[in-house]
């Protein structure tokens, strides 16, 4: 996330404003008001998917049972089937690790909502799914950002498109990786 970040702020100190804060209340900012969502899932091995959803809310410091709970409502919202929710998602097709990805984006509440491509490997009824969570987030005051692969999906939930483009002479680099700055990101 720190790459991302620096691109936010070489970006903002282009429009003339600077913005400063201390590292650690910019890592407390990233873990407590910013959600990310990638297209890919990194789950960490022997971790099931029921517990990689709920460790964002046992961090926040809820119970073990009500995490748990809430973690199988979110796996059984997006269509993983049961019987993989005490499975490893290492072992998962894409689409079943984009499912558990998205549960565990999506469990606890985040000012700021980061979306890349979230749809990629979805099956058209997990996509509905995602698109009435994006809705109930956008409906709480969640602000969202997102990249999808299928933009019509979300079409009647976007307020805003941005377009970006280099400024003349200005190349950017072709080898930034997202999955990398969310290791990053998580790290902190």
Same mark, same amino acid.
């Given at each position: 996330?720190?790459?991302?970040?620096?691109?936010?702020?070489?970006?903002?100190?282009?429009?003339?404003?600077?913005?400063?804060?201390?590292?650690?209340?910019?890592?407390l900012l990233r873990r407590e008001e910013i959600g990310i969502v990638t297209q890919f899932l990194r789950p960490?091995?022997?971790?099931?998917?029921?517990?990689?959803?709920a460790e964002p809310l046992l961090a926040a410091g809820t119970g073990w049972d009500e995490a748990i709970e809430q973690a199988k409502q979110m796996?059984?919202?997006?269509?993983?089937?049961?019987?993989?929710?005490?499975?490893?998602?290492?072992?998962?097709?894409?689409?079943? &690790? %984009?499912?558990?990805?998205?549960?565990?984006? /999506?469990?606890? $509440?985040?000012? +700021?909502? !980061?979306?890349?491509?979230?749809?990629?490997?979805?099956?058209?009824?997990?996509?509905?799914?995602?698109?009435?969570?994006?809705?109930?987030?956008?409906?709480?005051?969640?602000?969202?950002?997102?990249?999808?692969?299928?933009?019509?999906?979300? &079409? %009647?939930?976007?307020?805003?498109?941005?377009? /970006?483009?280099? $400024?003349?002479? +200005?190349? !950017?680099?072709?080898?930034?990786?997202?999955?990398?700055?969310?290791?990053?990101?998580?790290?902190?």
């Amino acid at each position: 996330m720190k790459v991302l970040c620096r691109h936010v702020l070489i970006a903002v100190v282009s429009l003339g404003l600077q913005a400063r804060a201390a590292d650690t209340d910019m890592a407390l900012l990233r873990r407590e008001e910013i959600g990310i969502v990638t297209q890919f899932l990194r789950p960490r091995p022997r971790v099931s998917a029921l517990e990689l959803v709920a460790e964002p809310l046992l961090a926040a410091g809820t119970g073990w049972d009500e995490a748990i709970e809430q973690a199988k409502q979110m796996l059984h919202d997006f269509g993983l089937k049961e019987d993989l929710w005490n499975a490893y998602p290492t072992t998962f097709s894409g689409g079943e &690790q %984009q499912k558990v990805n998205l549960a565990r984006a /999506l469990i606890r $509440p985040f000012r +700021l909502l !980061l979306l890349d491509e979230p749809t990629a490997s979805l099956d058209s009824s997990a996509r509905a799914s995602l698109v009435q969570w994006i809705g109930q987030l956008k409906q709480r005051g969640t602000a969202l950002i997102g990249i999808f692969h299928h933009p019509e999906d979300v &079409q %009647q939930l976007i307020d805003g498109e941005v377009h /970006l483009n280099a $400024p003349n002479g +200005l190349a !950017l680099p072709n080898d930034i990786d997202l999955d990398d700055i969310e290791e990053s990101y998580v790290a902190q």
